[in-house]
T-cell receptor, first 111, second 112 residues
Framework: DAKTTQPPSMDCAEGRAANLPCNHSTISGNEYVYWYRQIHSQGPQYIIHGLKNNETNEMASLIITEDRKSSTLILPHATLRDTAVYYCIVRVAEGNDKLIFGTGTRLQVFP | DGGITQSPKYLFRKEGQNVTLSCEQNLNHDAMYWYRQDPGQGLRLIYYSQIVNDFQKGDIAEGYSVSREKKESFPLTVTSAQKNPTAFYLC???????????FGPGTRLTVL
């Protein structure tokens, strides 16, 4: 079972920041937070991951609370191409185990 | 370009026929995975392989078979024993003991 909770859907105006929340209250000390997204009828795309520090890359920023029980993925300037389902996943750093995808958040970016 | 390729993108088969889905990667990744996705659902793991000539069952392996004869290739056969094979099939790969998985574009299988 997925160990994360996300809102089923969100809207965002193009050019504005999209802030996608995720709750992971049972996260273990050795588990990372991963974010993927899936554009309709395509394979999931890796976005970013982190342990406890905030992370930023060319796609997004990841803010993890100090108690690590929740996180927020930030798309700083959403575009129409960011419309997708966003998945928050927690898992250990090593190993080749499965990724447990829940139902994610469907982000709709509108003009 | 480096990446994962799956072919074909759409596949149609008659009920009772076996069908093999292709997955190739040129990322030099050791581990490869097969997932299934049904409409409105998350992904479920079918099989995975950490090294050549070795693979393990995932959560829903019944009715499926795989082989890993080459590092670059991990084909999935959907057999007639799979009760509900119509779905979107996704292949992924990762480095040895690396948790970040990279996905192919998927194959949508429809059994008529």
């Amino acid at each position: 079972d997925a160990k994360t909770t996300q809102p089923p859907s969100m809207d965002c105006a193009e050019g504005r920041a999209a802030n996608l929340p995720c709750n992971h209250s049972t996260i273990s000390g050795n588990e990372y937070v991963y974010w993927y997204r899936q554009i309709h009828s395509q394979g999931p795309q890796y976005i970013i991951h982190g342990l406890k520090n905030n992370e930023t890359n060319e796609m997004a920023s990841l803010i993890i609370t100090e108690d690590r029980k929740s996180s927020t993925l930030i798309l700083p300037h959403a575009t129409l191409r960011d419309t997708a389902v966003y998945y928050c996943i927690v898992r250990v750093a090593e190993g080749n185990d499965k990724l447990i995808f829940g139902t994610g958040t469907r982000l709709q970016v509108f003009p | 370009d480096g990446g994962i390729t799956q072919s074909p993108k759409y596949l149609f088969r008659k009920e009772g026929q076996n069908v093999t889905l292709s997955c190739e990667q040129n990322l030099n990744h050791d581990a490869m995975y097969w997932y299934r996705q049904d409409p409105g659902q998350g992904l479920r793991l079918i099989y995975y392989s950490q090294i050549v000539n070795d693979f393990q069952k995932g959560d829903i392996a019944e009715g499926y078979s795989v082989s890993r004869e080459k590092k670059e290739s991990f084909p999935l056969t959907v057999t007639s024993a799979q009760k509900n094979p119509t779905a979107f099939y996704l292949c992924a790969s990762s480095m040895a003991r690396g948790p970040t998985q990279y996905f192919g574009p998927g194959t949508r299988l429809t059994v008529l």
